[in-house]
């Protein structure tokens, strides 16, 4: 059905690290509570060390809300940040909303009920956040946002990856691999509707593809960070476009595990017929890259934990933040992926 595909995927310059993430963008997400005093300079934003000046941060009360733990990214970045806040000492509030936004405010009502130190959230969408980080400010909470903007809405700090770049370079995946010569269609698994990580990662693929004519968006659907989801939402595209499929677009691993059972139920080969480009950097997605399924997969790192950690120090000793916490990732592709795993990487 398809044509032969190259058999090198990227260019030897994108095997380098990059920054992505799994963010608004620089001039959104560089909104922290209006009463924060600015940097004195733009600064690379890295994230802070965990033994970080400590200084009056005692023992705390940290209100820990995160919004689902459905799939392998979502739990393994629970993981990280409890055992993190728990290692210090701390008193630590846990909440995980189900995939319900409803309930998330909810629960971030109740922790500000309880007087915690801080809030630590990892907001379902980006709106609707705003009153209730509002009434956190006015009870003198610092809140540190993960992963996800909440528009609108005051707070400390930010710290995730840039969704954006991240985008962008999986476009230029599909460029490197696929050339200029040849019409080649794409349909697209996103991520939560409603997300900032969603609507940047299709932003920053749309940045490189649009400057290449011969690449064509034939359909986009949600797939939502879902396995499951996802290969409903494939076996729909494959039922609508059949053989035109040359590539997916999946935002997340578990996104392009789902493409692949659909593309193989339909009694076609991902990695022949269909090529599968991903993002997160899973033990899962890693395999599928040395089994010949998925194309690459570039690592959106899920270990928040420590990073939090010395936010919150640094916030206890009396920084201030004007510009969002990035967390590095890098690309995986079939000249890394075994190294990679034997490494003991992704997760």
């Avoid at 749309?206 to 011969?214: E, T």
Wanted: proline share 3%; net charge negative.
């Amino acid at each position: 059905m398809k044509k032969k595909l190259l058999a090198t995927l990227l260019t030897a310059a994108m095997t380098a690290t990059l920054l992505v993430g799994c963010g608004g963008s620089a001039e959104e997400a560089a909104a922290p509570a209006a009463d924060a005093a600015p940097a004195a300079a733009e600064e690379k934003a890295e994230a802070p060390a965990a033994d970080a000046a400590d200084a009056g941060s005692g023992t705390l009360k940290i209100g820990f809300s995160q919004y689902a733990s459905y799939n392998n990214w979502r739990v393994t970045n629970t993981d990280d940040i409890n055992r993190a806040l728990n290692e210090q000492g701390w008193n630590v509030i846990f909440a995980d909303a189900n995939d319900d936004t409803a309930q998330q405010i909810s629960d971030l009502e109740d922790m500000i009920a309880q007087k915690p130190d801080y809030i630590v959230l990892a907001p379902r969408e980006e709106e609707g956040y705003a009153n209730v980080l509002e009434e956190a400010k006015e009870a003198g909470i610092k809140v540190i946002l993960f992963d996800r903007l909440a528009k609108d809405a005051p707070y400390d700090v930010l710290i995730q990856g840039d969704y954006v770049l991240e985008g962008e370079n999986v476009g230029q995946a599909v460029v490197d691999t696929f050339g200029e010569d040849k019409e080649i269609n794409i349909v697209e698994l996103t991520g939560t509707p409603g997300a900032d990580v969603t609507a940047q990662r299709s932003e920053g693929f749309m940045n490189v593809i649009s400057k290449h004519p011969n690449y064509k968006i034939l359909a986009s659907q949600v797939g939502n960070f879902s396995r499951t989801e996802s290969q409903t939402a494939m076996e729909n595209l494959i039922q609508s476009y059949g053989d035109k499929i040359d590539v997916v677009y999946a935002h997340s691993d578990d996104n392009g595990i789902g493409a692949i059972n659909a593309i193989e139920a339909a009694g076609l080969k991902a990695g022949e017929d269909i090529q599968v480009f991903g993002v997160d950097g899973t033990k899962d997605g890693l395999q599928a890259i040395i089994d010949g399924k998925m194309k690459a997969t570039y690592l959106c790192n899920p270990f928040y934990g420590d990073a939090i950690v010395g936010l919150i120090k640094d916030l206890e000793s009396g920084k201030t933040f004007s510009d969002r916490v990035i967390l590095e990732g890098k690309v995986y592709n079939i000249d890394n992926a075994q190294a990679s795993l034997d490494a003991g990487e992704g997760f």
